[in-house]
């Protein structure tokens, strides 16, 4: 079974090479690497031409930057991370089992880089959430069968909470495989903006969303 992993990127050129030589024993294993940039004006594109298998262009914004990376890959599945995200060593074995097993979708466990206590929490609570309501986030490194997106279609073009909607339509083919193997996921965001300020705002346009506000009313407050 060939993994296509996709990776939407914006100006990461201080994270992207870090990533992508993590990713080098899954090429050489058969497997292949898809970046897709939004638009970058620093070294994420020089940088990523020299590690992945194909870097593509697109207009900024996850969801429609995953998608165009859905139209160009070749896997039997599909692995979408983010550029401060790292693998842990057998995740592709771990994926491909969970595939066999007839999961159509699946996630890892999430764990943040930062030290501080609340990472902890936050994890926990992260994990424990999306096994009990199927909805994932995409810092746990989303994978879907190829067969998944035929029946769901991509991702929709929102420009937040793509992963929560994306999660729900495929939750209607099965519950995800929860995967306990790690993923390590950068808490730079936690951390630039306040641990606890960071959360609450999460939460609240988690429970705007909802209730009915647009995502793209969210995604000005968000940002």
């Not at 995409?138 to 937040?160: C, K, M, N, T, W």
Request: charged share 25%; aromatic share 8%.
């Amino acid at each position: 079974m060939k993994v296509s992993i996709i990776i939407p990127v914006l100006n990461e050129a201080e994270h992207i090479a870090d990533t992508l030589v993590s990713l080098a024993s899954y090429r050489s294993q058969g497997h292949e690497v898809i970046v897709i940039d939004g638009g970058s004006n620093d070294d994420t594109v020089s940088i990523s031409e020299q590690y992945a298998d194909r870097v593509l262009y697109s207009d900024a914004g996850r969801a429609m930057q995953m998608n165009s990376g859905i139209d160009e890959a070749s896997g039997d599945a599909l692995l979408f991370l983010h550029a401060d995200t790292r693998l842990p060593a057998d995740a592709v074995t771990k994926l491909i089992h969970a595939v066999e097993d007839g999961y159509f979708w699946g996630r890892f466990n999430v764990r943040l880089s930062g030290k501080h206590f609340m990472f902890r929490i936050i994890e926990c609570m992260m994990n424990l959430r999306s096994c009990i309501t199927g909805v994932v986030t995409g810092d746990q490194a989303i994978f879907v069968s190829h067969e998944s997106i035929e029946i769901v279609g991509a991702y929709p073009r929102l420009p937040l909470m793509e992963d929560v909607v994306f999660s729900k339509r495929l939750r209607k083919l099965g519950w995800p495989a929860c995967i306990r193997q790690q993923v390590v996921t950068s808490s730079r965001r936690w951390e630039d903006k306040g641990i606890l300020r960071t959360m609450l705002l999460m939460w609240r346009l988690r429970l705007l969303f909802f209730l009915g506000v647009s995502a793209d009313r969210l995604a000005r407050q968000y940002q």
